[in-house]
Nanobody, 124 residues
Framework: QVQLVESGGGLVQAGASLRLSCVAS????????MAWFRQAPRKEREFVAA????????YYADAVKGRATISKDNAKNTAYLQMDSLQPDDTAVYYC?????????????????WGQGTQVTVSS
């Protein structure tokens, strides 16, 4: 069974940084586009960042552009989201998702597999 397991979330103060990780099993991330989405309480799930299967292209939501970096390490079968200058509005559950041969879509319906999420809480 395919699994994506996120880690790296936590409670931090505004201005801090976090690196979220997403370890995949039973799929080879070398063939998958990866994305991060987030969902805050009482809000809809929103796109954060994506990287194409080849890692040639990356995409970011306007809300995180300049503060976030998405990457993947195919040898470790792991995707990452580095978030800097965190703000209280970044508080949410962050999910990673995988899309076979994908280009890095911002549409959550595109993605084939999802992790269970990791909580990020930013205090002011």
């Amino acid at each position: 069974q395919v699994q994506l397991v996120e880690s790296g979330g936590g409670l931090v103060q505004a201005g801090a940084s976090l690196r979220l990780s997403c370890v995949a099993s039973r799929i080879a991330l070398s063939r998958f586009a990866m994305a991060w989405f987030r969902q805050a309480p009482r809000k809809e799930r929103e796109f954060v960042a994506a990287i194409s299967w080849s890692a040639d292209n990356t995409y970011y939501a306007d809300a995180v552009k300049g503060r976030a970096t998405i990457s993947k390490d195919n040898a470790k079968n792991t995707a990452y989201l580095q978030m800097d200058s965190l703000q209280p509005d970044d508080t949410a559950v962050y999910y990673c998702a995988a899309h076979l041969n994908g280009g890095g879509s911002q549409n959550f319906k595109t993605y084939d597999f999802w992790g269970q999420g990791t909580q990020v809480t930013v205090s002011s």
